[in-house]
């Protein structure tokens, strides 16, 4: 079965930039999307389609996808954005999601 | 404004069924594929299947196929979840979530919003 992989944390300064990696095979020829989950809440949408962001996330939320690993960036880090971050794409109109990453802002 | 909102959680016995519902509201529902998704208690999230907005077309996980299966009520807005011979291991907050498109087997289907969830636990 389909596999996404992400490292289990990241830490980052307020104002810094984080970078949250996502890897699987080929996952450059696929469509990736990110979703931000904070403590007791739903998980939301962040980045769709490899690089598009849906309306009322902030412009600092970034992605790429180019062969086995997608990327989300979060530039000038901001303490809200403390929270889970899952990758997510379809294999056989099967949904797979990542392993999850915890961004830490110190 | 698109709202979902889960039901039908619960503690229930291994061996044991129930039958979870999503009602959804703010947009036109039968236009819509729609999924489950779960999330066991301090662990990742886990998709666990899909439904095409006519309700012709299905998938699932391989662990829940023959035990889980999803349908929806396009006159009551509703989409369900009847699950049984359950395990411990499917102990979990089952959220639903609103497709991007009617049909499954796209390449740019998106989950998006998702629903506040509903947890089930299976435990003698």
């Known amino acids: 079965s389909y596999e996404l992989t992400q490292p289990p944390s990241v830490s980052v300064s307020p104002g810094q930039t984080a970078s949250i990696t996502c890897s699987g095979d080929?996952?450059?020829?696929?469509y990736a999307w990110w979703y931000q989950q904070k403590p007791g809440q739903s998980p939301v949408l962040v980045i769709?389609?490899?690089?598009k962001r849906p309306s009322g996330i902030p412009e600092r939320f970034s992605g790429s996808n180019s062969g086995n690993t997608a990327t989300l960036t979060i530039s000038g880090t901001q303490a809200m954005d403390e929270a889970d971050y899952y990758c997510?794409?379809?294999?056989?109109?099967?949904?797979?999601f990542g392993t999850g990453t915890r961004v830490t802002v110190l | 404004e698109v709202q979902l909102v889960e039901s039908g959680g619960g503690l229930v016995q291994p061996g044991g069924s129930l039958r979870l519902s999503c009602s959804a509201s703010?947009?036109?529902?039968?236009?819509?594929?729609m999924h489950w998704v779960r999330q066991a208690p301090g662990k990742g999230l886990e998709w666990v299947s899909g439904?095409?907005?006519?309700?012709?077309?299905?998938y699932y996980i391989n662990s829940v196929k023959g035990r889980f299966v999803i349908s929806r009520d396009n006159s009551k807005n509703t989409l369900h979840l009847q699950m049984s011979s359950l395990r411990a291991e499917d102990t979990a907050v089952y959220y639903c979530?609103?497709?991007?498109?009617?049909?499954?087997?796209?390449?740019?289907?998106?989950?998006?919003?998702w629903g506040q969830g509903t947890l089930v636990t299976v435990s003698s």
């Open positions: 979530a609103k497709d991007s498109h009617p049909e499954l087997e796209r390449p740019d289907n998106c989950l998006d919003p």
């Open positions: 703010g947009f036109i529902f039968s236009n819509y594929a």
């Open positions: 439904l095409s907005s006519s309700g012709g077309s299905t």
């Open positions: 080929k996952l450059g020829d696929k």
């Open positions: 769709y389609e490899d690089i």
């Open positions: 997510q794409a379809w294999d056989n109109s099967i949904a797979v």
